[in-house]
């Protein structure tokens, strides 16, 4: 392996293991410089194996590290592939070359920061503008750090315990609140437990005309999030409601482009969002909506509907359930539509939780960063 200081190149990729999503610190930086330090650094394939069994936490980080590793330690083998890549596609290759040439109105800045490695091409799609990337393949990259984006969250949620009577580990500031009660002796102990489960999520997706620029990065942080959160229900609306819970559910990306196919009557109708809501808790509340509840709206906030409607079908569904998070693309916006929708966005946010843009993956960080503290 290149380098002449193998330590600080072990240190580094457990750095890039972090920016890349996974849940690694200090700790197993001090753990895989140990592993290094025991082990042939010349024998690749040992040394893989190692650090893997080392940072990685889930099935998913298990599946991606032999491709990020082979990335940061064998960067012009991977080079070699994406060239006979972009012999086949040679969209591939432009991606590569530019940056992001398919951004359009990109800065000049931007481009400069992407050409520079990898690093600074995520941070620039982060900040990107989704319907704004006109590349396919861009897209597609910026809809997989999407989902990547909102399995963050279950690392986060099951770090937090919950406060409880019995346990081994002494909750110090549950303890002392308690004592108060009793002139400052601490008579009941609290304890801190880890949370056993997260709480049910309840996804309304618009996929109406005016969402399609959006709705391809948006589907990919819902399905996510369904991975996250065991206990969820997806269903999409335009001028109709839908229940599309099993079709998110979906892995095998060829099944599902197979489904999406027989299911295009979801797409690009109009939209009646008040009506949508009022049809999800005649139908379906009842099962799905209570107070352990989150349920996260994506919309642009554009309806048909009366206005009056729409307040309305939002706090009845704000009285049933813990928490509405409102994700709006237009938030992010700088043109004559988000004036427009401007009032809109401002009455929407007296009557739900939280909002949130949804134009970019640094919007939707917001969202996952909320989520995660309020499961």
Known sequence: ???????????SFVRHLRHEGFDVGIRETADALRVAGNQNLLDNRLLCSCLRGLCCRDRSDWHRFEEIFQAFWFPQSVAVREDAAARIDPRIGQLRRGGVTGIAGASQSDEELVR?????????????DFRFLTDLLGQREMEELAGRLALRIRRRATRRRRERYCGRVVHMRGTFRRSLATGGLPLHLRYLAPRLELPRLVLLQDVSHSMAGYSPLLTRFARGLMRVFPRSEAFVFHTQLYRVSNLYRETDVLELRRRLEQYQHLWLGGTQIAESLRRFQELYASRFANRQCLVLIMSDGFDTDDPHDLA????????????????NPMLGRRDAANEVNGDVTRGLAALVDFVAPGHSLEGLETVAAYLAQHC
Request: no cysteine; hydrophobic share 40%.
């Open 1 to 11: 392996m290149a380098g002449t200081n193998p330590s600080r190149q072990i240190a």
């Open 312 to 327: 309305k079908q939002l706090t009845l569904l704000r009285e049933r359930v813990r928490q509405v998070v409102w994700i």
């Open 116 to 128: 520079g490695g990898g690093a600074g091409r995520q941070r620039t799609l982060a900040r990107a």
